[in-house]
């Protein structure tokens, strides 16, 4: 069973730029497609980005202009490099794991492995 784990989260300013990363354990990597998403206070896990195997991805919103999603297969990890961050950008991000695929897997639902989340915090 994949197991996940998120890091580089922290307190940035407006504009400022954060990369997290994703370790992942436990299963053959190449297996699953990986996904970002984010919850503020008081609100439902959003969303944010998926990478498949063929390292094809997916980004919800705005967020693909300013976010890269990337995957390394021979570090068994996926990253999530966020610039021009902005206020609303604050939020717990989650890394998660689901079944391999081409297509598009945005729920959460949709995943079966989940990390414990990393805090962003975007704020002069």
């Known amino acids: 069973q994949v197991q996940v784990v998120e890091s580089g989260g922290g307190l940035v300013q407006p504009g400022g730029s954060l990369r997290l990363s994703c370790a992942a354990s436990?299963?053959?990597?190449?297996?699953?497609?990986f996904g970002w998403f984010r919850q503020a206070p008081g609100k439902e896990r959003q969303f944010v980005a998926q990478?498949?195997?063929?390292?094809?991805?997916v980004y919800y919103g705005a967020s693909g202009g300013r976010f890269t999603m990337s995957r390394s297969d021979a570090k068994s990890m996926v990253f999530l490099q966020m610039n021009n961050l902005r206020p609303e950008d604050t939020a717990v991000y989650y890394c998660?794991?689901?079944?391999?695929?081409?297509?598009?897997?945005?729920?959460?639902?949709?995943?079966?492995?989940w990390g414990q989340g990393t805090q962003v915090t975007v704020s002069s």
């Open positions: 990478i498949n195997y063929l390292g094809g991805t």
């Open positions: 998660a794991a689901g079944p391999k695929t081409r297509g598009l897997l945005s729920k959460t639902s949709d995943f079966e492995a």
């Open positions: 436990g299963g053959t990597f190449e297996d699953y497609t």
